[in-house]
């Protein structure tokens, strides 16, 4: 019987859909990488999430791994190189956390206006002050996408929906697609940062946005902008998004990821103009429940047919 081993926390239908298709799920969640070098031999296919971090000399010691699928859409923490290499399928879940992702940043955009998180923490410690957590409104305003596609279109149709002027940039964007979505589509971004009142990332992390925003973005936005990132914390050079909200440039930053997670102390935190989640945007039952039993059918579909269902390296892999 072929095992697959459940690196990460996923919801129990993960072992199930395993199990009935004919599968040996092992769960075995929290180990370090030397632990689970000793045992990664074992598998034929392993499912992560976002807390164990597949590097090359991991992937080198699985000499029987076939497959590794991610429980998101995000697979940075995978070598996928090194699996290609060694003829291993990396697939992930790209539409299971789409809903949950974008209303999250949607939902940190209306905190981020309004002070929510602030107001509440004050108003709990028994004070009323009404004249400092005056907001803005976000009827009216443009917000600015980078990054429209799967969760940025999310976030595009809510802000439209909240009447917000959209404007999006995404080097892979169509026309036919923006027009279908009813944005803006803008080729340069600097457009983008002109205009913009909020902007919200929705980018992977790669070489090409490693540090995106940064003095120099920032330089190009319009001072008082509001800046979301529910992509990865690895876009943002942090110390010059931190001297901007200090110099009162951006205005606020509503953030759910950092480059180093988890972040128990961080230069964001404490900071007044800034709205901070730990990294939950995806971290909703709907999309749990959904990210398992997609990653589990996949790793059953491959391994059982060899079918290759959103495979981040198919054309890699004979």
């Known amino acids: 019987m072929k095992k697959v081993l459940i690196a990460d926390k996923a919801d129990k239908l993960c072992e199930t859909v395993l199990r009935d298709r004919g599968l040996e799920p092992?769960?075995?969640?929290?180990?370090?990488?030397?632990?689970?070098?000793?045992?990664?031999?074992?598998?034929?296919?392993?499912?992560?999430?976002?807390?164990?971090?597949?590097?090359?000399?991991?992937?080198?010691?699985?000499?029987?791994?076939?497959?590794?699928?991610?429980?998101?859409?995000?697979?940075?923490?995978?070598?996928?190189?090194?699996?290609?290499?060694?003829?291993?399928?990396?697939?992930?879940t790209p539409f299971g956390n789409t809903v949950s992702t974008g209303e999250h940043a949607v939902a940190m955009m209306m905190a981020l206006a309004r002070h929510i998180p602030q107001a509440n923490a004050s108003t709990h410690a028994g004070k009323w002050e009404k004249k400092k957590f005056e907001g803005v409104e976000?009827?009216?305003?443009?917000?600015?996408?980078?990054?429209?596609?799967?969760?940025?279109?999310v976030v595009a149709e809510r802000g439209l929906g909240l009447k917000m002027n959209v404007?999006?940039?995404?080097?892979?964007?169509?026309?036919?697609?923006?027009?279908?979505?009813?944005?803006?589509?803008?080729?340069?971004?600097?457009?983008?940062?002109?205009?913009?009142?909020?902007?919200?990332?929705?980018?992977?992390?790669?070489p090409a946005t490693k540090g995106m925003l940064n003095a120099e973005a920032i330089g190009k936005m319009k001072k008082g902008v509001r800046i979301i990132n529910c992509a990865r914390g690895g876009i943002m050079v942090e110390a010059d998004v931190k001297a901007a909200l200090d110099s009162g440039h951006i205005a606020g930053l509503a953030c759910d990821v950092y480059v180093t997670e988890p972040a128990t102390e961080h230069m964001f935190f404490g900071l007044e103009?800034?709205?901070?989640?730990?990294?939950?945007?995806?971290?909703?039952?709907?999309?749990?429940v959904t990210v398992a039993?997609?990653?589990?059918?996949?790793?059953?579909?491959?391994?059982?047919?060899?079918?290759?269902?959103?495979?981040?390296?198919?054309?890699?892999v004979a």
């Open 293 to 316: 039993r997609q990653a589990a059918e996949q790793i059953a579909d491959y391994l059982l047919n060899g079918v290759r269902k959103h495979a981040v390296n198919g054309d890699k």
């Open 26 to 92: 092992i769960v075995k969640t929290g180990m370090t990488p030397a632990e689970l070098k000793a045992c990664i031999a074992e598998y034929d296919a392993i499912i992560v999430r976002s807390a164990t971090t597949l590097t090359r000399e991991l992937v080198e010691a699985a000499v029987n791994l076939k497959a590794v699928a991610r429980a998101g859409s995000g697979v940075d923490n995978i070598d996928v190189p090194a699996c290609s290499e060694k003829g291993v399928i990396v697939m992930n």
């Open 138 to 153: 976000i009827t009216g305003k443009t917000l600015g996408v980078i990054g429209c596609g799967n969760i940025g279109a």
């Open 167 to 206: 404007v999006a940039f995404d080097p892979v964007l169509t026309a036919e697609r923006a027009k279908e979505l009813g944005v803006r589509q803008v080729t340069n971004i600097d457009e983008l940062y002109a205009a913009a009142d909020f902007i919200t990332y929705h980018v992977a992390m790669n």
């Open 273 to 288: 103009n800034v709205v901070a989640t730990p990294h939950i945007a995806a971290s909703t039952k709907d999309a749990q």
